[in-house]
């Protein structure tokens, strides 16, 4: 008898939790909508241009080279003419040091002094370097100590320093901004997402002379439609190449809890029975064949085999596969 009462309140419990979550995202997705349609965005006034473009996955889900370590992360060396931009650090899952970005960066000879600005793209756990940098908003590039060097690091929201890698207090950009000559970011887009909440996130627009906008995406919550939508706002240059996140963990997921795809579940706007569709994949595809790139390449980190095979299809040798140490030369 006891059992079965503790039975009923858990069910009930469970079943009060998931009716406030429903509600919330709701409320929560209005608004994120209504701060996103109230957002005035002019276009980018000189964005100037780099003449060389390169992009180096140094944590991701997949791997031709068994010496480096993968995960379900992203964090990418982003070269622009003399300029290594890091774009997010990784997820360290297992909390280790050296972490698997710390190891990667090692085997593929690039050193932490290299790097000369680290950009955020949102401040979830697979790109903060592990949940506890999530929860208490800050980021890691390893469970020990780094020293960073004197680097601006930018955020789309409030970020601590990290504790590992003492360094300058990371400055919130939300609006689109030129960071350096023909380096920008297109400014966060906000979303908001079922269990995940608020999220804000940002995307690097490296503009490649004679060639055009390259995008750099780490999670893509704001919708690939969004992210084109903004950058056709900021620039008169065409979009060349579209790279990185897009989160599509569609018949498939890189992280299972038993069945349960969970970043098809905390990715999403929708409830948890709609969730994220083969068809939102599609209509993907068709906004990307809209603006005719000349790259695009899917972070394998939040989009399943089966995403990345209609997406093969769709732009056949126009993908380009996101592989830790396959560098990506534009
Ligand atoms: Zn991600
Ligand atoms: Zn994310």
């Given at each position: 008898m006891i059992a079965l009462t503790i039975f009923f309140v858990l069910i009930v419990l469970i079943a009060l939790i998931f009716t406030k979550k429903i509600v919330e995202l709701k409320k929560g997705k209005k608004q994120a909508d209504a701060q996103l349609a109230g957002m005035k965005i002019n276009k980018l006034s000189s964005p100037g241009t780099v003449k060389t473009l390169s992009i180096l996955p140094?944590?991701?889900?997949?791997?031709?080279?068994?010496d480096l370590k993968t995960e379900p992360g992203v964090s990418y060396l982003v070269s622009a003419d003399d300029t290594n931009i890091l774009l997010d650090v990784g997820f360290n899952k297992k909390k280790e040091h050296p972490s698997p970005l710390l190891h990667n960066m090692k085997t593929l000879g690039?050193?932490?002094?290299?790097?000369d600005m680290i950009f955020f793209s949102h401040l979830h756990l697979d790109h903060l370097g592990g949940m506890t940098e999530q929860k208490e908003k800050t980021f890691s590039l390893s469970q020990g100590s780094v020293s960073l060097p004197n680097v601006p690091v930018y955020a789309p929201a409030r970020l601590s320093a990290s504790r590992w890698n003492p360094g300058p207090e990371p400055q919130i950009i939300k609006d689109p901004v030129v960071l350096k000559e023909g380096i920008a970011s297109i400014g966060v887009i906000p979303r908001y997402l079922f269990l995940m909440g608020y999220t804000l996130e940002n995307a690097l627009a490296i503009n490649v002379e004679g060639k055009g906008i390259v995008l750099i995406i780490g999670c893509g919550h704001q919708t690939i439609e969004r992210i084109i939508e903004r950058t056709q706002a900021l620039f008169d240059?065409?979009?060349y190449a579209i790279i990185g996140?897009?989160?599509?963990?569609?018949?498939?997921?890189?992280?299972?809890?038993g069945p349960i795809n969970i970043q098809r579940i905390v990715g999403s706007d929708n409830p948890p029975w709609v969730s994220i569709r083969e068809t939102d994949v599609q209509s993907a595809i068709s906004a990307i064949k809209s603006v005719s790139p000349k790259i695009v390449a899917l972070s394998p980190h939040d989009s399943s085999d089966w995403c990345i095979d209609q997406f093969k299809q769709a732009f056949g040798d126009t993908y380009v596969d996101v592989k830790v140490g396959q560098k990506i030369e534009i």
């Open positions: 140094l944590i991701d889900y997949y791997t031709d080279n068994v690039i050193s932490v002094s290299d790097i240059e065409p979009i996140g897009l989160h599509y963990p569609v018949n498939g997921g890189r992280i299972m809890i």
